[in-house]
């Protein structure tokens, strides 16, 4: 066991190919800081992901645990089928957040597109991979997002699209805005467009936010200060793709994700 941001973590066994085991296996070691319990992560399993709890990103002293964790059988929740689509069919127009109201919205178009990749480096085919964010003006349409900023009729911010035989995604979006958060004085998020993605089982869920390339907003970001290794901070950030963009309409970026093993893609503290 050691420690890492404060926080204690103990490795816990690897997962097996063929099994999947969760990014954050069950936890059966904590310690207390601050009157928290703080579970365990696997870290032989996820290298870079963020502690729960973790103050300067104020949301985390919220939903950091404070009980110590349940054990659920292995058999009732970890080899549950994934990934889940609801009762609507998922469309091809679904992953086009351009398309979805009578006129084209407001920004700078945008291609994201990346492969969604096991921890060994071979394609996850045919996965729900979601994605949300704000307008170009760093407004999200929910009622409790009280941004004074305007929303954009032409403009919901949510998508969906199954990975191809090859595990690649793609989608056609505008570039959101940075936006204030109150997490502190002067609080603003980098722009960022949130991810959802299904892996073989419900357990292999990731949650997590893909950043742009060059943004003088990550470095003041608690979100992404709360992962401490810079190599976890860099897989969340997209590049800039030529081979991507299309030429007189959109600049594309490219964004790799991985679900689990020791490069995993971190996920949201
Ligand atoms: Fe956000």
Known sequence: MYRRSGVCIKP???SRPGSWGGRNAPCTDDRSLSGFIIPVKAVSDVEYEPPYLYPDYRSTELRAPRHEPVRLPDEWFHNAPGPIFGRIPVRPEDADLTRQHRGEPLGERIIITGRVLDSD???VRNTLVEVWQANAAGRYL???????APLDPN??????????????YRFVTVKPGAYPWRNHLNAWRPAHVHFSLFGPSLSSRVVTQMYFPGDPLIPL????????DPRGRELLIARLDLDTTVPEWALGYRWDIVLRGRRATPAEA
């Not at 009622?143 to 004074?148: A, G, K, N, S």
């Not at 911010?157 to 990975?163: D, E, F, I, K, S």
């Not at 608690?222 to 992962?227: D, E, G, N, Q, W």
């Open 12 to 14: 816990v066994q690897e």
């Open 142 to 148: 929910d009622p409790v997002d009280h941004h004074d």
């Open 121 to 123: 480096g071979q394609p």
């Open 221 to 228: 970001d608690p979100m992404m200060s709360s992962i401490s």
């Open 155 to 168: 403009f919901t911010g949510a998508g969906r699209c199954l990975t191809d035989d090859a595990g690649f």
